[in-house]
Every structure is written in C-alpha cells, then in structure tokens.
Nanobody, 127 residues
Framework: QVQLVESGGGVVQVGGSLILSCAAS????????MGWFRQAPGKEREFVGA???????????TYEDSVKGRFTVSRDNAKNMVYLEMKKLEPEDTAVYFC?????????????????WGQGTQVTVSS
C-alpha cells in the first residue's frame, strides 16, 4: 500500500513556474513507475508525465505533447519523493494535479496502470 500526498500548488502568472512535490509513504517507491496527471474543470483526467522505475540503472521519462519542453518529472528515491517542475505555464495548465504510483516500474502513460493516487493539488495560471 502506498500513500501519496501532493504539495506545491498555487496561483501563478502566465509564463511563471511551479514545482509540485509528491511524498510517498507506506513502502519504497524506488521500483515503481510514478506519474503525474491533471484534471481541469469539466474535463477528463489527462496524463502529464511519468518516470519509470530503474531501467538499466537510470529511470526514463515520457510526457504529454503539450507539456514537452516545459515540464520535467524527477524522483528522489532516497526521500521517497517525486517532483513535477513546471515552467512557462499557460492558462491551459490550470487544473488539479495528481501524483500516482504504478504497480510496476514499467513506464506508462495509461491511468489504468496506476493503482495508488494522491488527493491532488490545485494549480491556477492567471493571465
């Protein structure tokens, strides 16, 4: 069982930056793929980015097209933490952001592969 708590959300102006944190407890997430998803009002939850478990010693990442080059997912296994660094934020990035843990270390963008979810943190980008 994994418990996830997100933090770091808030209100930021267009073009600004935020770093979201996800603190995991209950077990080590070292071998698990970790993902970030978001849900805007009136819209379905969508994939943002993910980081794999150890693949040839180094994790790999994948991103949704609209955030490539602006968002970065990283992990600190020693602290049992995952991060989402967001730059050049746009109004379309406004959403509740969720951290999620998969059952395995395989990199995946599919929400159905993630079995543990946090409660979410609100990000609002104001123009």
């Amino acid at each position: 069982q994994v418990q996830l708590v997100e933090s770091g959300g808030g209100v930021v102006q267009v073009g600004g930056s935020l770093i979201l944190s996800c603190a995991a407890s209950g077990r080590s997430i070292r071998t698990l793929a970790m993902g970030w998803f978001r849900q805007a009002p009136g819209k379905e939850r969508e994939f943002v980015g993910a980081v794999s478990g150890p693949i040839n010693w180094e994790p790999i990442t994948t991103y949704e097209d609209s955030v490539k080059g602006r968002f970065t997912v990283s992990r600190d296994n020693a602290k049992n933490m995952v991060y989402l660094e967001m730059k050049k934020l746009e109004p379309e990035d406004t959403a509740v952001y969720f951290c999620a843990a998969a059952r395995s270390g395989t990199l995946t963008a599919s929400g159905s592969d993630y079995v543990w979810w946090g409660q979410g943190t609100q990000v609002t980008v104001s123009s």
